[in-house]
């Protein structure tokens, strides 16, 4: 049972490019989330997901797009990469009320 | 919207020295997490809380829900020095999808 899987686990973008974080649980969890981690901030939520088909924005959702065609996958895609979204992304998903299982984080530098 | 203040935001101990976390909000919550992030991973979830009042022990860690259901408490008795790393609380209203988290709490113990 992997759990939450994300990758790339570190990624390297110049200004401008395109990317997509991967996201995908074998839980059949129907909750899953993006959370992006700064020094000094805890986790800040990006997007979220309540089943397939469904999405919604969190507290800092600007740069970012998510979908959600699959209970399992959860892509994240930066559009056009900025310095300032340079952080470690996280994605969690869970079930119920319980509380969510996170993945072991993506950590992007954006030059 | 809704202030959560953790604290403190970082502890400096001696090995075997018990620690206390809390937080403090000033939305009313249903459900209270805390969690546990090790250097290069995910958080991980320790306690969770679901009634106003309720103490929960987990080992050495032991959390409650505060009557006001505003705040929550962790304690971590007799420290060791897997004990390091960042903890998070992270309360939420029952049946909304999103998790917010504290600031974290970072704890450094000195063997």
């Known amino acids: 049972n992997a759990g939450v899987t994300q990758t790339p686990k570190f990624q390297v973008l110049k200004t401008g490019q395109s990317m997509t974080l991967q996201c995908a649980q074998d839980m059949n969890h129907e909750y899953m989330s993006w959370y992006r981690q700064d020094p000094g901030m805890g986790l800040r939520l990006i997007h979220y997901s309540v089943g397939a088909g469904i999405t919604d924005q969190g507290e800092v959702p600007n740069g970012y797009n998510v979908s959600r065609s699959t209970t399992e996958d959860f892509p994240l895609r930066l559009l056009s990469a900025a310095p300032s979204q340079t952080s470690v992304y996280f994605c969690?998903?869970?079930?119920?009320?319980?509380?969510?299982?996170f993945g072991s984080g993506t950590r992007l530098t954006v030059v | 919207g809704q202030q959560l203040n953790q604290s403190p935001q970082s502890m400096f101990i001696q090995e075997g020295e018990d620690v206390s976390m809390n937080c403090t909000s000033s939305s009313i919550f249903n459900t209270w997490l805390w969690y546990k992030q090790d250097p290069g991973e995910g958080p991980v979830l320790l306690i969770a809380l679901y009634k106003a009042g309720e103490l929960t022990s987990n080992g050495r860690l032991t959390a409650q829900f505060g009557i006001t259901r505003k705040d929550s408490f962790l304690n971590i008795s007799a420290s060791i020095p897997s004990d390091v790393g960042i903890y998070f609380c992270a309360p939420q209203v029952q049946g909304a999808q999103k998790l917010v988290f504290g600031q974290g709490t970072r704890l450094t113990i000195n063997p």
């Open positions: 969690a998903s869970r079930s119920g009320n319980y509380g969510y299982t």
